[in-house]
């Protein structure tokens, strides 16, 4: 079975300030991992995705996560967040690749601070 | 890329009503993802709906509840049927699109229903 553990429902940074959203997982075989962003009353959009290459994932609006298998973490980070950071973000999950078993984790609430 | 539209996009309804959310897609996609998010919680998959066959429902949903039509290629939907104050959620279709190698899922912006 997999799961993602996201560790803080409300983040609160300041403008300028580095993002830091944590992301946990648990999977039996090696896992597919993503990050989703939604702004209000938008659907989710992908912020990035690991899928086996580069443990550093790159992706859209500056962010970027790094996979970590001794820590079974995909946390995602920014080094300097802007008021349109402001969003839920979502770890997800998943052992096939595909989108059929994606399993999300909460939810992470980020406040940007002026 | 595909751009989801779903309807609509936020209801008011009363306990023992059905409501049908829709879900468009402006490309073809094999495979239509329907996701409950209750509040406080994360993104459940309910059900995956294949055009021509029968919607595969994942453990504590059932066709009863949640009937799924998926006529073609484009659309579907999705109805919550004799709902109670515990289906107040927000409803999210998805698809899962290819492009060369890649696979991505896109979601549409949601349904926040509200039962009274």
């Known amino acids: 079975a997999q799961s993602v553990t996201q560790l803080g429902s409300h983040v609160s940074v300041s403008e300028g300030a580095l993002v830091l959203l944590r992301c946990n997982y648990s999977?039996?075989?090696?896992?597919?991992l993503f990050w989703y962003v939604q702004y209000p009353n938008q659907g989710l959009q992908l912020l990035l995705k690991?899928?086996?290459?580069?443990?550093l994932v790159k992706g859209i609006n500056g962010f970027e996560a790094e996979f970590k298998k001794s820590e079974t973490s995909f946390h995602l980070t920014k080094p300097s967040a802007h008021m349109s950071d402001a969003a839920e973000y979502f770890c997800?999950?998943?052992?096939?690749?595909?989108?059929?078993?994606?399993?999300f984790g909460i939810g992470t609430k980020l406040q940007v601070i002026p | 890329s595909a751009v989801i539209s779903q309807k609509p996009s936020r209801d008011i309804c009363q306990r023992g009503t059905s409501l049908t959310i829709q879900c468009q897609v402006d490309s073809q996609v094999t495979m239509m993802f329907w996701y409950r998010q209750q509040p406080g919680q994360s993104l459940t998959l309910i059900a995956t709906?294949?055009?021509?066959?029968?919607?595969?429902?994942e453990s504590g949903f059932v066709i009863d509840k949640f009937p799924i039509s998926r006529p073609n290629l484009t659309f579907s939907t999705l109805t919550v049927s004799n709902m109670s104050p515990e289906d107040s959620s927000i409803y999210l279709c998805s698809v899962e699109s290819r492009a060369g190698y890649d696979t991505e899922a896109f979601f549409g912006q949601g349904t926040r229903l509200t039962v009274v």
């Open positions: 709906a294949n055009q021509g066959s029968e919607a595969t429902y």
């Open positions: 999977s039996s075989v090696p896992p597919y």
């Open positions: 997800a999950v998943s052992d096939s690749g595909g989108y059929q078993k994606v399993t």
């Open positions: 690991y899928t086996s290459a580069a443990t």
